[in-house]
């Protein structure tokens, strides 16, 4: 059964940072490119960034780039999404994604972890 489980998510003051992590139960791993997406409250899901199978490729929604970083290590199964200078529309339910490096879709998705930024 394929798992993704995300955690790091939580409450923090604008300014602040947060670490989020998705372990992944996709064998082999690097077979899969990851992605982050988000859901605020009222509003669709977005993309917020994405890392090919390797590590060499990432791409960012403008909204976060310069301030949200992704990464991912083969070697654990793990996809991290560092988050520096949060805001208070950075607040959502984060979500990790997996989908095949020949893939266009995302097929596996975790079940989100909150993100709360205060004002």
């Known amino acids: 059964q394929v798992q993704l489980v995300e955690s790091g998510g939580g409450l923090v003051q604008a300014g602040g940072s947060l670490t989020l992590s998705c372990a992944a139960s996709?064998?082999?791993?690097?077979?899969?490119?990851m992605g982050w997406f988000r859901q605020a409250p009222g509003k669709e899901r977005e993309f917020v960034a994405a890392i090919s199978w390797s590590g060499g490729n990432t791409n960012y929604v403008d909204s976060v780039k310069g301030r949200f970083t992704i990464s991912r290590d083969n070697a654990k199964n793990t996809v991290y999404l560092q988050m520096n200078s949060l805001k208070p529309e950075d607040t959502a339910v984060y979500y990790c994604?997996?989908?095949?490096?020949?893939?266009?879709?995302?097929?596996?998705w975790g079940q989100g972890t909150q993100v709360t930024v205060s004002s």
């Open positions: 994604a997996a989908r095949y490096n020949t893939g266009a879709e995302y097929v596996y």
């Open positions: 996709l064998l082999p791993f690097s077979r899969y490119a």
